[in-house]
C-alpha cells in the first residue's frame, strides 16, 4: 500500500482576504504569505485545524474522503464504521441509537464505537505510570500533537509514549475479530486522522477517515431520511469510559487517575497555545511529570471537522449525558472480560524524526528587514500582531525565511498607503492640468488659426498706410498703436499655437551648460539683474530636444528677469546630474510666488503680470514640452523674510537617455 503525499489542508485562494488569521493561530507557522494569498507549507502542517476553525471566509479547505469511502461501501469486502465518542456532541437531532442505524443504512456491515479502544489505551497508559516510576512521557493520542514533536521538538521523539491511539486499538481489535481483509472507516471530528491513517508503520490498519461535516455531506447525498431511522446498538465489543476522552481531562477519567499537583504524575494541557507551551517547558526539562497529556484543540468536542452549531459546554454536556446512559446499561463484566480477550491485541507504534526547524537567519538579515519595515530603534517595534506574528522581530525572520512579506505589517502598510494617497493626489494634478492643456491646446489651436489670417491682412496693410501716409503726427502714431497692437496680437496667437501643438520630439545629445549660455546671451538681461550658470560636473549631457528646452529654460529665465526688472538681483542656473537624469535650477533673489497662486501657475492663460506683459501660456507650454520628454518640474517659492530668503526656484528634471 502506498503512502498518500496529498496536501490535507489547502487555500481556496479566491476566497483568501489576507487577514493573515490563519498565520496567527497556526501553532507550526506552516502558512506561508504569497502575493497577500494565505498557503499551506504542507511539509511543516501538523494538521490541527486551527486555520479552518478560525477562517471566517471558508478559505481552508480539507482533502475530501466521501468518494473512497463510497467506493468502500459497494466493495465486496466487509467494511466496519469506527466513530468517535464525540459523536454525541455532533448529533443533536438523533439518538446515539439512530446514529448507529444511519451508519448500517449508509452500508457499514459493522459500527462500532472507538471507546473500547480508548479503554486499552488508558489501561496501557496506567500500567506506565505504575511501572516507569522514572520515565517521563508525552501521550501520544492526539495526531497533531504528535506530529508537532516530530517536526519540531525531535529531540522529544524518545519520549512519545509508544502508545498507538484509540483509532488505531479500535481498528486492530475489529481486525483481530472479524479478520485482516476488512475495510475500516474512522468517523470523528480531528482533520489530523488523514495524516494519521497514512503513517509506515499505520498503513493498512485504517482504510479511509472521515469528519463529521463530510459525514452529513454523505447522508445528505444518499437522500437518507432521518425520521425513518430505528433504533440500534454499537457492535460488539462494547466501550466504557473510554467514551470520556472526548472532553479535556477525559483522558485521567478513563485511566482512573488523577492530576496530582503534589505528585505531578500527570500533567494536562489542551488548546493551541497550551500544548505549545507544554511542550516547551517539558523539553527544558520544567516539568517533572510521568505523562504529559496533551490536545491540540480543547478537548475533541471542539475538534475542525465538526459543526459550530453549538458552545462548548453544552456538547460537553451531551458527551456526560450519553456517558450517563451507557452506565445505565453498563455491563462490567462483560466489558472486563473483552478486555482479557483482546489484551494480546499490539498496541504499541512508532515515532520518526522530521525536523522541520529552520535555523534563524543572521541577525543582520533581520536589521536589514526590519530597516525596510520602518523599525530602525527598539521603539519602532510595536508587536502589534497585525502581521500574525506576536514580535516584529518574528515576522522579519519569517520574510527572510521567504514565508511573510512586507506589506503583511500593518504600520508599515499604512505609511505605504499615506505615501501611495500623496503619490495619487499628485497623479490626479497633473491629469487634471493634463486634461486642461489639451481641451485648451484644441480651442487654442482653432482660435490661432482663424486670427491667423485677418491679422497678417491688417499688418500688412497698417504698414502700407503708415509707409505712404502723409499726414500729422497724431495720426501716424495712431497708425502706429495699431501696428503695435496687431504685432502683439501675432505674438499672442504665434503662443496660443505653440501650446497648441503636439510636437515630435528631436532628441540629440546635447551639452546642457552650453544650451544654457546660448539662451542666455540671446536674451535681453538688464544692469541691474546678475545672471550666473553653475556647473555641478565636468560634462553635463542629455538626450533632448535642445530648440524645445531652450525655448523652456527662456520662459523661466524670462520670467524672473520680469519679476526683478524694477529693483534688480541673481538668477543662478545650476546645472547637474543625479539619478540617471540631467536637471537645471533656474533660482531668482525676486519677491517670491504667492501661496494662493503656486496651483495656478501652469494653467493656461493665468499670469499675475500687467496687460501687455504677458499672455500666461509660457508656463503651460513649458510643462507640456517637460513632460513630452518624460521629465519633472518643481516649483518652490518663499515670500516671507522671517522664513528665510524670499525668490523662486524652479526644478527641471529630464532623462539623461
Not at 496501557?124 to 501521550?139: F, N, P
Not at 525655448?551 to 541673481?570: F, P, R, T
Not at 542656473?573 to 537624469?581: L, M, P, T, V
Amino acid at each position: 500500500m502506498k503512502k498518500n503525499n496529498i496536501a490535507i489542508i489547502s487555500t481556496i485562494k479566491e476566497r483568501c482576504k489576507t487577514c493573515y488569521m490563519c498565520v496567527r493561530e497556526c501553532p507550526a507557522k506552516a502558512i506561508s504569505i504569497t502575493s497577500g494569498q494565505a498557503e499551506v507549507i504542507d511539509a511543516r502542517c501538523i494538521n490541527c485545524g486551527n486555520c479552518i476553525k478560525v477562517c471566517s471566509q471558508n478559505a481552508k479547505c480539507v482533502l475530501p474522503s466521501g468518494y473512497k469511502v463510497e467506493k468502500l461501501l459497494v466493495g465486496t469486502e466487509k467494511t466496519a464504521a469506527i466513530i468517535a465518542p464525540s459523536f454525541s456532541a455532533e448529533f443533536r437531532v438523533l439518538t446515539y441509537g439512530q446514529i448507529v442505524a444511519l451508519l448500517r443504512k449508509l452500508g457499514f456491515d459493522y459500527v462500532n464505537e472507538v471507546a473500547f479502544g480508548a479503554d486499552l489505551v488508558a489501561k496501557e497508559y496506567r500500567k506506565m505510570i505504575e511501572q516507569e516510576s522514572d520515565s517521563s512521557h508525552i501521550a501520544t493520542s492526539c495526531p497533531a500533537v504528535v506530529s508537532f514533536v516530530e517536526k519540531y521538538y525531535p529531540e522529544l521523539v524518545d519520549k512519545l509514549a509508544p502508545i498507538v491511539s484509540p483509532m488505531i486499538a479500535t481498528a486492530r481489535v475489529l481486525k483481530k475479530l472479524h479478520g485482516d481483509d476488512l475495510k475500516i472507516v474512522f468517523i470523528g471530528p480531528c482533520i489530523a486522522k488523514k495524516k494519521e491513517i497514512e503513517r509506515e508503520d499505520l498503513l493498512g490498519v485504517v482504510d479511509e477517515a472521515l469528519t463529521f461535516n463530510e459525514l452529513k455531506e454523505l447522508v445528505v447525498k444518499k437522500e437518507i431520511n432521518l425520521d425513518e431511522l430505528e433504533e440500534s446498538d454499537f457492535d460488539y465489543p462494547h466501550g466504557g469510559k473510554g467514551t470520556l476522552f472526548a472532553v479535556s481531562g477525559g483522558f485521567l477519567q478513563a485511566a482512573d487517575v488523577t492530576e496530582d499537583f503534589i505528585t505531578e504524575n500527570i500533567i494536562t494541557a489542551n488548546g493551541k497555545s497550551n500544548f505549545v507551551e507544554a511542550i516547551k517547558e517539558f523539553s527544558r526539562g520544567y516539568l517533572n511529570t510521568k505523562i504529559l497529556e496533551t490536545l491540540s484543540c480543547e478537548g475533541c468536542i471542539l475538534g475542525p471537522g465538526i459543526s459550530n452549531e453549538s458552545p462548548l459546554y453544552e456538547r460537553r454536556h451531551r458527551v456526560c449525558q450519553y456517558m450517563k446512559h451507557k452506565i445505565k446499561n453498563f455491563n462490567q463484566q462483560d466489558w472486563e472480560n473483552n478486555i482479557q480477550k483482546f489484551a494480546d491485541v499490539d498496541l504499541t507504534c512508532k515515532f520518526s524524526q522530521d525536523n522541520q526547524n529552520i535555523q534563524p537567519p543572521p541577525d543582520e538579515l533581520i536589521k536589514n528587514v526590519l530597516r525596510k519595515l520602518g523599525k530602525f530603534e527598539k521603539n519602532d517595534e510595536l508587536n502589534c500582531g497585525a502581521c500574525g506574528y506576536e514580535t516584529c522581530t518574528e515576522h522579519a525572520a519569517a520574510i527572510v525565511k521567504g514565508f511573510a512579506e512586507n506589506e503583511m505589517c500593518l504600520p508599515y502598510t499604512i505609511e505605504k498607503l499615506k505615501r501611495t494617497i500623496v503619490d495619487l493626489k499628485n497623479i490626479k494634478e497633473v491629469l487634471n492640468h493634463r486634461e486642461k492643456l489639451a481641451s485648451m491646446g484644441q480651442l487654442s489651436a482653432g482660435i490661432a488659426h482663424e486670427l491667423n489670417n485677418p491679422l497678417g491682412i491688417i499688418l500688412m496693410y497698417s504698414n502700407i498706410i503708415l509707409e505712404e501716409a502723409e499726414c500729422a503726427d497724431n495720426t501716424k502714431e495712431d497708425l502706429k498703436t495699431i501696428l503695435n497692437q496687431a504685432n502683439r496680437c501675432k505674438k499672442i496667437v504665434s503662443g496660443l499655437l505653440n501650446f497648441a501643438r503636439q510636437n515630435k520630439l528631436v532628441k540629440t545629445r546635447t551639452d546642457l551648460p552650453e544650451l544654457a549660455k546660448h539662451c542666455i546671451d540671446s536674451l535681453y538681461i538688464p544692469d541691474k539683474i546678475n545672471v550666473n550658470i553653475v556647473k555641478l560636473g565636468e560634462e553635463i549631457t542629455g538626450e533632448i530636444d535642445k530648440d524645445q528646452i531652450s525655448q523652456v529654460i527662456i520662459n523661466l529665465v524670462n520670467n524672473s528677469i520680469d519679476v526683478m526688472e524694477a529693483n534688480g538681483g541673481k538668477i543662478d542656473i545650476i546645472i547637474g546630474e543625479e539619478d540617471g537624469n540631467v536637471f537645471f535650477i533656474i533660482k531668482d533673489t525676486g519677491p517670491g510666488i504667492p501661496e494662493k497662486h503656486m496651483k495656478q501657475i501652469f494653467d493656461p492663460f493665468f499670469t499675475t503680470k500687467q496687460i501687455g506683459k504677458g499672455t500666461g501660456l509660457g508656463l503651460s507650454v513649458s510643462y507640456g514640452i517637460i513632460k513630452m520628454h518624460y521629465g519633472s518640474i518643481d516649483v518652490n517659492s518663499n515670500t516671507d523674510p522671517d522664513m528665510g530668503e524670499i525668490g523662486t526656484s524652479v526644478k527641471v528634471s529630464l532623462p539623461k537617455k
